[in-house]
């Protein structure tokens, strides 16, 4: 069973359309984050959150808004999508340790916007 | 500031050694991981390097220099199967949320 889940895997969507990306996870982790992939530009933080109470902007939160609704569930959503923000999004999660971040990810979503 | 360099690509033969090199400038520096990503999947932890020196975990290594803020993963006994990307990720101090930040990757092709 995967510990990090992305849904959906794949969506097709239009200009000024609202997306919700949802992640879960069942590693009991605290911390959550968000990130994009784009070809030749690697992976870059979105937002992050270290509790439910506690979301952070990343380098490029621009666009974007985040949701924790419980420990285990973090959603990304673009409010009007524009076609630059066609992407590969991954979830990821760690546990609460001070000096130590070893991320696990989820399967991605790969999201397209005409 | 956070500034992550790698090689964009690198072509090796079945049953070679490979050395990947990464440099990073990175506020709060708190550790450097090494992920493995093939194609349209998730990264998968290989490597982490808090302290200096060579860190070996099988057919893989990976060393660190904090003072030259420096480090590479060496791939021993190459496998076709070890094509794919490698990124190199510093990361942050608690002031940045502990965020790993990302080099552009690269991509490693394997050949017979």
């Known amino acids: 069973d995967a510990d990090v889940t992305q849904t959906p895997r794949n969506r097709i969507t239009k200009t000024g359309k609202r997306i919700m990306l949802e992640c879960s996870q069942t590693?009991?982790?605290?911390?959550m984050y968000w990130y994009r992939q784009d070809p030749g530009l690697g992976l870059r933080l979105i937002y992050y959150?270290?509790?439910?109470?506690?979301?952070n902007k990343g380098e490029i939160s621009d666009g974007y808004s985040v949701s924790r609704q419980a420990q285990a569930k973090f959603s990304l959503s673009l409010e009007s999508a524009i076609p630059n923000q066609t992407a590969l999004y991954f979830c990821?999660?760690?546990?609460?340790?001070?000096?130590?971040?070893?991320?696990?990810f989820g399967p991605g979503t790969r999201l397209t916007v005409l | 500031g956070q500034n992550i360099d790698q090689p964009t690509e690198m072509t090796a033969t079945e049953g070679a050694i490979v050395q990947i090199n990464c440099t990073y400038q990175t506020s709060g520096f708190n550790g450097l991981f090494w992920y493995q990503q093939h194609a349209g999947e998730a990264p998968t932890f290989l490597s982490y390097n808090v302290l200096d020196g060579l860190e070996e975990k099988g057919r893989f290594s990976s060393f660190l220099s904090r003072s030259k803020g420096y480090s590479y993963l060496l791939l021993k006994e190459l496998q076709m199967k070890d094509s794919a990307s490698y990124l190199c990720a510093a990361s942050a101090g608690v002031d940045s949320g502990y965020a790993l930040n990302f080099g552009k990757g690269t991509s490693l092709l394997v050949t017979p």
């Open positions: 990821a999660t760690s546990e609460r340790q001070v000096n130590y971040n070893e991320q696990f």
């Open positions: 959150s270290f509790d439910v109470k506690d979301i």
């Open positions: 590693k009991g982790h605290d911390r």
